[in-house]
């Protein structure tokens, strides 16, 4: 904006008083503002270059969760069937056989894909034994796919702002430069209107780069036909879209107070790239870094050696004993092939119920120590307004660690269920003449299908994420309106 705009809005002209001369100078700013913002080729370059990626990265990733969705379903309708149709069988053979489920993908998650290419996408559920999920995406991917990845989430985390520093840095700055704020100060504008306007005019622009992932999200949302893993979904995308206007906002007061602050175009500039640099570059790194020397996971192998060692020390042999014997006693026999019912379901739900045991000890300090990594990183958020989106966006969109550890979790119950159910029918049904039991379908649809849908969101989201952005935003608003103050009281030049 220059003198010629200022001098001829209705800012300059009107003499209304108290909040009609602010809002009267909001609206003559905001057209000044909006008019030069769209005769500026540069202006139209840089957000026709950004809505190019936002629109490829909304394209491809709403592609691929749409295939991976229809690849998922298919997969675990097809094992339904597996199990159901194997036949008659001994239930513990058919523990044995197995049976896989797939993880639950939201329309969210086209948005912010977190962490969800990395951790696998199928896990096989089986007797004795809790597996980890296979099939992991990046696995498959190109070393420079795995460094980066273009997303909805990446461009409004870090394109958007960098596109918003281009067309903002000298919003002030410029004024400055150029000596029209002599102008500005004579018209008798209020500043805070000004800069409120031009930061709308801002936020309006940057907009426009996440309109196309809005777009790609309402259509996998309604090719999705309402199936949805949460269960306070709509809380979820209000909250997701609270959290990246409240990014965009904090972008937008951080520009206008930087601008505000400097002397001259080429500090501006320098200002907000070194801030995005290290807010939307360095910080998210650099947590992920701390996190894990504050909480450092074992490897994969060291871990296994670890369970499968203990899994190799076998339940207390006295302790079985003396509940048989106490068994014997209740149904008054001396032998176990003269109860009522088959001792070894009973035996092997035993061996199920100790390994169930180490299974919760080796994963729970395993999830634990992931669990001090995410809060840890988290903390960052409260330095960097793109920790803490992110880490809000995947925690909503339902693809960061703790709803990886609930969905483990989850297939580990449905095993246990299996076993349960299997082991009971393996009890009931006494060998006959030396012939074991054998199950068939109606066995096998005892064990209901696995629809896992992740807990509503609890407390955590809003002060491990959206309290640091907030505060931020807040922050961000108090540097802008001293900038906005030194430049009311300050030198002019």
Known sequence: MNATTLTSSPAATEPAEGPQRWLSALRGAWQADWRERRRD??????????????????????LQLQATLEARNGAQ?????????????????????????????SALAALDPGIEHYVGASLWLEAHKQNELVYRPANDDPGANRQFRLNPAFVMQVLTPMAMIFLGFGMFAGERERGTLAALRI???????????????????????????????????WRMGGRSPFSDGALRAGLFALGYLLYLCTWAALIAGVSAWSRSLRTSLAVLIGLWAMTALVAPRSAAELAQLAAPLPSMQAFRAALDNALGMPDDPEQARRDQQQLLREHNVTD????PFNWAGISIQRGEEHGDRIFDAHYGRLFDAMRRQSEVAAMAGWLSPSVAVAGLSSAVAGSD????????????????IMQVVLNQAITEHKDQDGVRYEGDQSLWSKIPP????????????????????????????????????QLRNGNLR
């Open 77 to 105: 309708a097809a094992e339904q069937q597996r199990w159901a149709h194997q036949g008659k069988k001994n239930p513990h053979s058919a523990a044995h056989y197995g049976v896989y489920v797939f993880k639950p993908l």
């Open 401 to 416: 660690t703790s709803h990886h550890i609930q969905f483990v979790n989850g297939a580990e119950q449905q095993r246990r």
């Open 187 to 221: 018209n008798a504008a209020p500043l805070s209107a000004i800069a409120v306007a031009r930061g709308s005019v801002l936020l309006f622009l940057s907009m426009t780069l996440v309109a196309p992932a809005c777009i790609a999200v309402g259509l996998v949302e």
């Open 336 to 339: 176990a092939r003269d109860l």
């Open 450 to 485: 696995f629809q896992f849908v992740y807990p509503p969101l609890d407390a955590s989201v809003w002060w491990r994420h959206l309290l640091p952005l907030s505060a931020l935003f807040a922050a961000s608003l108090l540097l802008c309106a001293a900038g906005l103050r």
């Open 41 to 62: 080729w540069r202006v139209w370059l840089v957000v026709l270059a950004g809505l190019a990626l936002a629109a490829c990265a909304a394209l491809l990733s709403s």
